[in-house]
């Protein structure tokens, strides 16, 4: 029985099992405290909630009482609701048949509404029908009306204007024919209809025949030929000039083309190919002529034409178009007579005149006859957008060094500019090869100045001197290119700018680089002098102050020479046709400059380094071995100190308006200096322990005066570059390095080798083996050393290893000094 209903308490437990939605959804319509309603229900915990000790089961029997009343309390309850439901769903069916009565009497109503709606909708259009009728017939009948006024307008227009054009009465036909006119478009659509037709050809002929009567009246008023001109303007004219801006454009064309040509017509005459006043030295006569003609046209004529027939400034257009061919046909013919003087005489005067014409004019009749508004160009960053100023103003912006300032924008462009001076561009090789001639005699007297007048002075207080001839060349640059833009901005721009970079390069190498002190020794080896001087215990010839200041000069020079070359390229560039700006190119004539600056740099170095040469090779011909206590530093770095302050001070002051090039001498020159001391010190063997010591006091002093070398014997103390410094101490230290190696006791042998390797990262066996030498080991010593290296060395990667073999089969540059200096000592012997 036990096993029975243990049984039936699981079954009910697995039915009574709910989901957690319907717990949570019976909690939330029937919330309750009870623990008997809760979910997780444990009978013992709720008994022994119930009964928490032993003295507690006194009262079981009231307990169960109690569990007891509550169960025939939930039996009723649930008895109760199990009897109300028994009703339910026959109340339902009840509700839904009610529910479909109301629908379809609902239905019913919406039908009778909508056959009530249908037949107001079609009382009123029997209502409306009349109505529409009437507004159709009086929008007709509006119509109607309009257009037969229309009709009787177009009717008497017609025959008004057929009447008007026979008496001339032209001041009544130029507001009668646009009125027909205007009439006559409203009839577009009617023109299938004969007598519209026929309305619309009468008046296409009364059209034409008032443009010829027009014309004849002007060709007997003007006539081409012959007669004279009347003394002044007509009235009849004057309305016949209205009527032709309503008749066919063509009509008005040829009468401003016959009014002109017969205005011009004296002009031809005067000025022909063989009369004198029509060669370029008396052009100011016809412009001169143009001039009371256009005041004589004002006064007699001003009043007939329209204003907006721009009768003078067409004239003037006229003018300019016959001037240019016939010019260009005379100067054909006698070309070998036009002289530079005679062509830029020519060429200022027309410049001017056109100049004249764009102050009276607006130029609209130039394109399309309609005016264009000039407008303002918009506010530009480059910083030659300028006005033109005179010469003297560019000599005197060059010394205040004011070349680059941005000026005021220039006035918008001339729109008659070339009218007529296009003629000249054919021309202007004349003077293309006057400027290449006069800036040959130019840079011949720069250099004649230079020899005579000799190097500027010395200048150590307000920075390097520029030659003064480098402003002078780049003034008449820019008045040539002034010039020149003004009379073309085509292929003579061109031309002009090639002979600009010829005298460019040389001005560089006949003035600067022709003028750069000549050393006795160079780079790539040694002369017979420099042996001599050297086997006779003298010193190294050095540069004067004079010629310090003559190098700094001549670098400054081109430093100004570059960056006013490429100011001038920019420039050439906006002067020059769109479509040419790509053949504008003076980078060539700017790396020539930067030529000059590299070689006046490295006289510079090569000059410093040189002086400093005894000493270091004193310090490699020193006893080191017998060096007995460490001192104050050595004799020789007193000398490289020495040459040191005599040198920077007088370069820097010199450079001070170049700091940049001043920075990339010191640089050169540590990057000269500090690898020819470590070649010297590899020479210093044998070393004692007491020499190393003062060899690393002596390297750490030249190493403190290289970092100040920038501002040394300088009043104002500046930081060093820091791609200086860093050159600097990565230098020196590694010299530092090579004698603390060389201090180091070399037993054991392992603990040396390690500390080599740690000391010098490049672990160079040729370098391990110098530093052997510089401790005076025997060879035999060496060798054990010397694979014990190799041994300890990190094994580099496979690709690293045909690297690092090529870069021992090449030789270095210690090898390469050692042989130049073996080199030396053979030429010494000869000798």
Known sequence: MEEEELEFVEELEAVLQLTPEVQLAIEQVFPSQDPLD???????????????????????DEVVN??????????DNIRTVVRGQTNVGQDGRQALEEAQKAIQQLFGKIKDIKDKAEKSEQMVKEITRDIKQLDHAKRHLTTSITTLNHLHMLAGGVDSLEAMTRRRQYGEVANLLQGVMNVLEHFQKYMGIPQIRQLSERVKAA?????????????EAFPSQGTKRPGGPSNVLRDACLVANILDPRIKQEIIKKFIKQHLSEYLVLFQENQDVAWLDKIDRRYAWVKRQLVDYEEKYGRMFPR?????????????HVTRAELAKIMRARAKE????????????????????????????????????????????????EDEPTPEMEELAIEKGELDQPKKPKAPDNPFHGIVSKCFEPHLYVYIESQDKNLGELIDRFVADFKTQGPPKPNTDEGGTVLPSCADLFVYYKKCMVQCSQLSTGEPMIALTTIFQKYLREYAWKILSGNLPKTTTSSGGLTISSLLKEKEGSEVAKFTLEELSLICSILSTAEYCLATTQQLEEKLKEKVDVSLTERINLTGEMDTF?????????????????????ALTAMSKMQWQNVEHVGDQSPYVTSVILHIKQNVPIIRDNLASTRKYFTQFCIKFANSFIPKFITHLFKCKPISMVGAEQ????????????????????????KAPASYTKIVVKGMTRAEMILKVVMAPHEPLVVFVDNYIKLLTDCNPETFQKILDM????????SSMLELLRQRLPTPPSGAEGSSSLSLMAPTPEQESSRIRKLEKLIKKRL
């Open 338 to 385: 036009i002289e530079v003087k005679l062509l830029l005489f020519a060429i200022q005067r027309t410049t001017n005149f056109e100049g004249f014409l764009a102050k009276r004019f607006s130029g609209c009749t130039l394109t399309d006859g309609t005016l264009k508004k000039l407008e303002s160009p918009p506010p530009s960053t480059n910083p030659f957008l």
């Open 775 to 782: 401790k005076g080991l025997k060879r035999s010593e060496q």
């Open 66 to 75: 109690k569990i007891r009343l509550k169960i025939r309390r939930l039996d």
């Open 308 to 320: 907006e027939w721009y009768m003078t400034e067409r004239i003037a257009v006229e003018f300019c």
């Open 207 to 219: 059209q034409t025949e008032l443009g010829q009567q027009i014309l004849a009246d002007f060709e």
């Open 695 to 718: 060899l690393l006091l002596d390297t750490h002093s030249l190493k403190m005066v290289l970092l100040d070398l920038p501002s040394i014997g300088s009043q104002v103390v500046r």
């Open 594 to 614: 930067s030529t000059v600056i590299s070689s006046s740099i490295q006289l510079l170095v090569q000059d410093l380094d040189a002086a400093c040469d005894p």
């Open 38 to 60: 809760r979910a997780d229900f444990n009978a013992v915990e709720y008994i022994n909630t119930l009964f928490p000790t032993e003295q507690s089961l006194a009262n079981i």
